[in-house]
Each structure stands twice: as C-alpha cells, then as structure tokens.
C-alpha cells in the first residue's frame, strides 16, 4: 500500500516550512544575544539593584563612668516590633492591606493594642520603604516570650534590638551627661542604605559635646536577600566601631553631696581640682532627669521642663552669667598687687561710704571699718577699701587680671551653651554706651559690679588660681577616653591655660584675707567652715532684678584645705539673703561631706 | 508473541540522533528543575526533580511502546481517541480541579492529568487521519473547514477551561498541517485575514487575567510588582546571565525567589538555563530543539504515506510553537502565555505526551520508505 508517489509533492512545502522556522529560531537567537551579551550588563543592575541591600549597623554608644569607674551612664537592651514593609510586597498584593494585617495579627498574637494608623503605614510606604517599621516599643519580658513561641518567624516582621541609653543615677549630674535623642536623618546618609534606624544623638551636656567619640563609627553591610526579604548570603561591608566610653573627671561622691548642698534652691556649684583643673563636681539646681528623654520624651513632659520659670534644663554652672559682687575682690586685690601700685600693707579708712564726686557709694557696713588693711579688707569685705583700691590701682590692671584668670571669655569646657561672661573696659563702653570709662566704674567693678558677669564654672577657675598660686588650669570634664577593645582608659592631659608668676607676697595677704573670712571670728564666711579643716574662701552678694526688689545672688568661692588645697568651690544661690548667709554654709555642707572621715571614696581625694 | 527480530530491527531503523537530543533535553530538564528548586546547602527542597526523573522514565517506555507500534494503529483509532479526548475536556469543565481560578486538572486515582495535553496530540492525529484520506480535495474549502471544525471543537473547550496558551498552539498546528498537505495558500490567505478580522471581538471574549496580561506585555511598568512581575524578573534573569552565565545552581533570580518558585521550573525553566548558563548554553538549548525539529521535519519527509507525513508536521509544529512561544516569552518578546517548555519543564502530562507523541515520530521514520 505505497503511496509515496502521491505525497512527493508535498516535500517542498515541508522544505519552507522547514526554513521558515529556522529563521524565526535564528531571530530568536539574535534576541538572545543582545539582551545577555549586548545588554547584559543593565539586566546585571537591575539584579543588584533588587537584591543586594544595604544595611547600615548602628554603633553602640560609648559608656560614661565617673573617676572612680562608677557608672553615670550605660547601655540598656530594649527590643522592638518592627515590620520590614517592603518584604510584604507580592503581585497582585496591596502592600498596605498586606502590612496592617499583619500588624494586626501580631497584635492579636502578642496581645498588644494596635496603635498604629492606616496612615501611619501608608506614610512610612511612601516615605521610607526600606526602613523597618517599627510598631511596637519596649517590649516587657513577657511580651518577648509570647513573640518567640507565636509570632517569631513570621514573614516581614522581625523583633528589632537597640541600646537605651540609661542614666542610673536619675538627676545626678543630669546637666554634665545631658541627654540624647534620635540624630535626624540626614538625605545624604540615608539614601545609600536600606535599613537604617536613626541613631543616638547627644541633644546636650557631655552626651552632646562629645557625640563625636560617643558615638562610633556606623558600619554597614551588603546582603543578597531573597524575594521574601530573607538574608541569603552575606557580601561584606564594615564592621560598626563601637563609640568610646568615657571617664569623667567628676567624683559621684562629690557631686551628689554639691547636688544635696544646692537642695531646696537655684543656683549651681563648681568643685574643682586646683592641682589640674578637673571638674569633681557640677552641680545646677533645678535639675532634670535624662531618662525621660528615653526613648523619647512625651510632650507633656517637655513642654513642663521648657517652661517651667526655673529653667531646669539650663546648665547655670556654665551657661549662668552672674554679677560677682565681692567674691571678685580677691582679683582686684592681686591685680592692685602685683600692678605694683599697691603694697600689702596700704591701709585704707572706711566710714562707712565714699563720695566720688557727687555720688555716694556706699560700704555694706553702714558703721565702716575704719583704717584697715588689705587682708582685713577681704575679711570684712570692705567696699570702700576696696573702691580706693581700685581708684588708685586703676581699671586696666583689673581687667587684665581678670582676662588672665579667664574671665570675660569661654573656659572651653566640654559642654555646650557655655556663656562667656562680660568683663567691661574701656572700649566696650565705649561701644555699648558712647561713653568713656569713668571713676564710677571702677569703683563698681572693684566690689564685682557693674557690667561685670561671669558663670560659676570661671569663678572655680578663679578659685582654682587662688589656691594653686597662680596657675589657671583648663576646667575639663573627661579624664580619660577608651577606645573600643582597649581595657584602659587614655588619660586626657590637664591643659594649663597661663601662669601668672603671682609674688608671694601678694599671694600670703590675699590668701590669708580668704583664710580669715572662714576661719575668724568675725570673717563673713565663718558659716563656711569645717571642723578641723583649714578652709579659705570669699563671700559675695549681688543684687540683681529691679532696683528695689531685694533679690539678690549668694556667691562663695572656696579652697581647702588651706595648704595645699585639693578643692576649690564656687557656687552660687539664686534669690539668696546674702554670700555669708545662705551660701557659705552650703560650702560648709560640701566640703563636710568631702572630708567627713568615714567618707569613703571621696574622703581621702 | 513478541517478535525479537522484528523489534531488533525497528531498533536499528530508529533515529537514534534525535533520540538523543531527546534524551539530552530530558537530562537537562532534570538538572534544571534541580537547580530552578535548590535553595542552597542544607535547605529541604522540593522533590519536584525526582518526580520529574519518574516523569521522564515513563515518557521514555512511552516513546519506546509508540515508536514500535505501528503509527497506523491510531489512525484506525483515530476517533475513538479524538472522542475520548473530547469527553474528558467536558469532563475537566465540570470536575477539574480549580488551580488559580482555572479548571485544567482531571484526577485518576491521585494521578494528576490534563486532559488538554491529550486533546493536542487526538487533534494531530485525527486531522493527519482527515487530511491523508486518499481522494480528499484540498483544493476544497469543505475539507479545510473540516479540519478547522475538528481543531474548533477542543479549542473552544480549552478555551473555556481558561488556557489561552494551550488552545493558540492548535492554530498554527492545524494552519500548517493544511499548508503541508497542499491546501491552496490563498485559502489559508483568506483564513490569515478572517482570523485578524475577528481578532476583536476575540479580545472580548477573554478573561480579565488574559487580557491583563497582554496588555502588561505591552507596558511592562504598568504592574510591575502584579503581572508584569514574572516577565521583568524573566528578563533580568536572562539577561544577568551574560555570554557565560553564572553556572549550575549559581543562579539567584530563581534561588532568591525573584522568579517566582511556582513557576521557575516549569513555564520559567529556559529563565533559569539562561541565567545560569548565559548566552552559550541557551543558545545550545536552542540548538538541542532545532534538531528536535529538524529530526520531525526529517521524519515527514522520509515517512511512507501522507497519514505519517501529516503526524510528524503536526507534531513538529506543536513542539516547535511551544518552544518558540516558551522562549519568545522567556525573554518578554511575547505575554506570559503559560506554554511549558517541551522536554524541560516540569510536569507530568506535558512530559508522557511529548514524548508519545515523539515515539509517534520514531514509528514513522522506522516504517519509512527505504533506508
């Protein structure tokens, strides 16, 4: 049953069908060829593109420990919910439905309200995608256990782990650490990573200034991950370097009892190493506590700090400019020396006022003190000594020792929103008032008035010098610094500013005025004093507001003990009866507490 | 009552050439699936390339049983088997098991079948068996409507089911099975330009999923994240694999998941060759498939009568319209129109009927007329 002759015909057509189908497979193959050879490369992109992420790594922030290695501020471990939206996304899927959903029954599995919006979401989509979204914060314990038997697992939701920062001691020196919030994201920094959290970011105090070595060193990393959002394989990036941990030069001995010292007023307190310029203690009253700003502070809360009239967030240590009043004699007093001019022995006459022309300028010591000399002077804080002091030394020799000592001009501590402070001479009043200097002004400026402002943190600086004999230290903070991995801590050096080549002559008469007013009977700053302790020191009170209004600062600066002294105080009382009265006990109080022989740590300094 | 000899000679008389390519595709199909399922070191997979592997053993008894029966034993079944395929497309209307809103699954005892596979090779045979009746007029516009008539009916019925992909394959099947068989080109001219005419009202008749993805094909970005997700992922696939590719299991469109899992190994499979072996190896793929083509086309010429000539073209033209559709679409020249890739992708019926109907092919070139 052949047939095959019938069908030869039909050999040709299969031939051109044949052929057709060759060149469409040849087409097919020119195709080929440039989307994997001659466009590959953009196909490659996309690919990366797609499925590499970056990651940036947070770094832990450093720790910060007070001279004895106490912790003032640590790390602590909180855990979030977070939802990585962008892995919800599916064909045919509406991201959005996709993320409240799940949001949804997690809140069911672990039993937390859902406080998040719709909104919340849809916002969070189209603003920052490849952020987790982080849904719920501070999980309790329980929380977590419920998360690892229900929930852990569960696509596009992951349990996001970050360091608190914790301030175990609350309000103790809440102004020196500061706090921290979230850094804001800078478009530069966030564009090229996938995930990335805001960090820590120091808003104030040490947290701020040294926010730079606090912080570290973000690291990030490139991961391939699968569709799912689920890592595949790691390819490298930089480790995050942890931040440095800090040790401060406070002594949390000390500054909680220059904290108890201002309890129950405003104002602040300096206690210094005169040795080196450490800072032991800097204490500002009212005070604030740093975890509330952990993780973020609520509103209502900031709203009461930021209008509270008290201004507990101002640092008044170093961001409080004060008149001096008298505790500035002992500056006029060692310029007028060592300008020459003046020899310890001037005696002056007090009756009680002196007449510069027609003004009356008068003594707080309505009586006077008669003729007395210089170191009598600073006991009983003599205005009119004081004001022919300063008349027949001049302004200048004032205001250049006044500099010298660092007044009128930052300190450079480690801390943000330090004020300056103002000493006037000539050619600021020229400049501020279209007038000369005059008599009056110095006369003011001898007994600390006047235009004169200086912060707390200067007048221990100054207190410093007067102990040291001459030497103006830089106040600092940070004692040491430790790199991460390193185990001890790299001392920060003491900067001496300037010494002054004070004669000793003029050191004894001024020294020994300030020891009197402590240590005499009749000094005006007995109520400083400490059983058995030698301390020295100067009174002050300035009056400030309207005239008439009675509002006055208590100042006192101090040292101790009188030979070789370890401490030098300045603190300074808001709305004070005077610098005697209501200041030099809280002195009293500190160094107490500092030399109290069962004092533990801060006993022996 | 089996005679040795006899299939000792069959044997010696096979195209063991394109037995091979056969075979090697079939190799390639595993080890693919393989790789479209692996995951990486320690991760469970899918056992899908050992099913596959059972697939393959039984498409090869399967060539092995049709290339030694006499091919004109279907012809005089022809319409027995043209009908049963018809009753169980009517059957997977009512009883299919629903899979992404389409019935195209029959179940037999847990065996998963579908019964358009069927009905593609009962179409091949019953028009071959139409067509080579002797004395038939193919200058007839009635025999022509007839073979459209016989391809019509499990067209529409696998339309319905809906699978657009599988019904268009019986087009150009039946259109150049005619053209082989000597019907006049300006019949087929006239059916070219009717076909276009109802083109739109033919659009209206989609389902909504058909007709989104035709329009995704041609605006990818207008869904990319919905349907136009498969074909960007596809191309990128294809594309990353360069001239080299990035070697065996080196893939990541499919071992990321970028490609989506439930259809890298089967729809997707040349995706996962081309990533993985670049521009060489699809292209030696390709190759692999012309020679499958060619081995058909081989076939037809050489077969003794026109009942075999017209079985090997329309099984050439069915292989060949997958292929070229599967990849066309691969590389997002063509909508993802769910066409697997013949001898690769992953999938029983598609394997068991590909590879009868090339034993179909063999039973041909065995019976040939001399050589």
Redesign the interface.
């Known amino acids: 049953m052949t047939v095959r002759p019938a069908i030869e015909s039909g050999a040709f057509r299969i031939r051109i069908l044949l052929v057709l189908m060759l060149v469409l497979c040849a087409l097919l193959g020119v195709m080929l060829w440039k989307i994997q050879v001659a466009h590959g490369h953009d196909y490659v992109q996309d690919l990366d593109r797609q499925s590499v992420r970056r990651i940036r790594l947070p770094a832990m922030r450093g720790t910060i420990v007070d001279r004895s290695g106490a912790a003032l501020v640590e790390n602590e471990p909180s855990y979030a919910v977070a939802v990585y939206i962008e892995e919800l996304r599916q064909p045919g899927v509406n991201v959005v439905d996709a993320a409240e959903a799940l949001i949804r029954r997690l809140g069911e599995l672990l039993q937390l309200p859902v406080d998040v919006t719709r909104d919340d979401i849809a916002n969070h989509y189209r603003k920052r995608l490849p952020l987790p979204f982080i849904v719920w914060k501070n999980l309790s314990e329980e929380t977590l256990a419920r998360w690892a038997e229900l929930a852990a697992g569960i696509p596009g939701a992951d349990i996001y782990w970050e360091g608190l920062r914790h301030y175990p001691h609350g309000q103790t020196a809440s102004h020196v650490l500061g706090y921290v919030g979230r850094a804001s994201l800078t478009g530069r920094e966030e564009e090229p990573y996938h995930y990335y959290l805001p960090e820590w970011e120091g808003k104030s105090g040490i947290e701020q200034s040294m926010d730079d070595v606090l912080r570290g060193r973000a690291g990030g990393k490139l991961i391939r991950v699968d569709v799912a959002g689920y890592k595949h394989a790691d390819l490298g990036g930089l480790d995050p370097e942890a931040g440095s941990d800090l040790m401060l030069t406070l002594d949390l001995h000390i500054q909680k009892l220059a904290e108890e010292a201002l309890e129950g007023h405003n104002g602040a307190m300096v206690v210094m190493d005169p040795r080196n310029g450490e800072i032991l203690a800097m204490a500002s009253a009212p005070a604030f506590d740093p975890n509330d700003f952990v993780p973020a502070i609520s509103h209502e809360l900031w709203a009461g700090l930021r209008e509270n009239p008290a201004k507990p967030m101002v640092n008044r240590a170093v961001a409080g400019n004060y008149p001096p009043g008298s505790i500035f004699k002992p500056v006029v007093a060692m310029a007028a020396l060592e300008s020459g001019k003046i020899r310890p022995g001037q005696r002056f006459n007090c009756p009680g006022y002196m007449m510069l022309g027609k003004a009356r300028f008068n003594c707080w010591h309505k009586p006077g003190h008669g003729e007395i000399e210089l170191r009598k002077a600073i006991e009983q804080s003599c205005n009119v000594y004081f004001y022919d002091l300063g008349l027949m030394c001049g302004h200048e020799p004032i205001v250049h020792m006044a500099y010298a000592l660092g007044l009128g001009r930052k300190t450079g501590v480690e801390m943000s929103y330090e004020r300056a402070g103002l000493v006037p001479d000539d050619s600021w009043k020229r400049r501020t008032f279209s007038d000369g200097w005059r008599d009056g002004d110095t006369c003011n400026m001898s007994i600390g008035q006047g235009a004169l402002l200086v912060s707390p943190l200067q007048m221990a600086v100054v207190a410093s010098a007067l102990a040291n004999g001459g030497f103006v230290y830089a106040p600092h903070l940070v004692r040491g610094v430790r790199r991460n991995g390193d185990e001890k801590y790299r001392p920060v050096q003491p900067r001496l500013v300037n010494d002054l080549h004070w004669s000793s002559d003029a050191l004894r008469t001024v020294r020994g005025g300030m020891f009197d007013v402590v240590m005499a009977p009749t000094g005006t700053g007995r109520k400083a004093g400490v059983p058995g302790i030698e301390v020295a020191g100067k009174t002050g009170t300035a009056e400030y507001g309207p005239k008439g209004s009675g509002l006055k600062y208590g100042w006192m600066i101090a040292f101790a003990p009188y030979e070789n002294p370890r401490y030098a105080v300045a603190v300074v009382v808001e709305e004070a009866y005077s610098g005697g009265v209501t200041a030099a006990p809280l002195v009293s109080r500190l160094l107490g507490g500092i030399f109290r022989p069962a004092a533990g740590e801060g006993g022996a300094g | 009552m089996i005679d040795l000899t006899r299939i000792r000679h069959m044997l010696r008389r096979m195209d063991w050439a394109l037995f091979c390519t056969v075979g090697a595709l079939m190799v390639l199909g595993v080890l693919f699936i393989y790789s479209a399922t692996w995951r990486?070191d320690g991760i469970p997979m899918s056992p899908f390339y050992k099913k596959q592997i059972v697939w393959a053993l039984i498409g090869m008894a399967l060539f092995f049983l049709m290339a030694l029966t006499d091919y004109h034993l279907l012809g005089e079944n022809a319409w027995w088997l043209y009908a049963t395929a018809m009753v169980l497309l009517v059957l997977v209307l009512f009883l299919g098991k629903e899979v992404y809103g389409a019935h195209r699954w029959l179940s037999f005892f847990g065996v998963q079948v579908q019964p358009s596979e069927l009905a593609k090779l009962a179409v091949i045979v019953a028009l071959a068996k139409y067509l080579s009746r002797?004395g038939r007029d193919m200058e007839s516009p009635q025999t022509t409507a007839a073979a459209l008539l016989i391809m019509g009916l499990p067209f529409i019925l696998i339309l319905r089911e809906p699978d657009l992909g599988t019904a268009a394959v019986l087009l150009p099947v039946v259109i150049?099975m005619l053209?082989?068989?000597?019907v006049p080109l300006k019949t087929l001219i006239f059916l070219g330009v009717l076909g276009l005419l109802f083109l739109p009202v033919g659009w209206f008749g989609l389902d909504q999923y058909q007709k989104k993805r035709i329009l995704v094909f041609l605006d990818p970005t207008t869904d990319p994240?919905?349907?136009g997700?498969?074909k960007m992922q596809s191309?990128?696939?294809?594309?990353?694999?360069?001239?080299l590719g990035k070697g065996w299991l080196k893939g990541?469109?499919n071992?990321?998941?970028?490609l989506?899992r439930t259809v890298a190994p089967n729809d997707f499979i040349y995706s996962v060759v081309?990533e993985e072996t670049?521009?060489v190896g699809?292209?030696a793929v390709?190759f692999l498939?012309?020679f499958v083509?060619?081995g058909c086309?081989r076939a037809?010429?050489a077969?003794?009568?026109?009942f075999g000539?017209l079985l090997c073209?329309g099984v050439g033209v069915m292989l060949?319209v997958h292929v070229?559709v599967n990849?066309?679409m691969t590389?997002?020249?063509m909508p993802i129109t769910g066409l697997p890739l013949p001898l690769m992708s992953y999938g029983g019926s598609f394997m068991i009927s590909i590879m009868a109907a090339m034993g179909i092919v063999q039973s041909v070139y065995v019976r040939r007329?001399r050589g």
Request: proline share 4%; no cysteine.
């Open positions: 990486g002797p150049l053209y082989a068989v000597g994240l919905g349907a997700w498969n191309e990128i696939a294809v594309g990353s694999g360069g001239l990541t469109q071992v990321l998941g970028f989506p081309a670049g521009f699809s292209m390709l498939y012309v083509f060619a086309f037809a010429l077969a003794r009568d026109a000539r073209i060949y070229m990849i066309a590389v997002g020249l007329y």
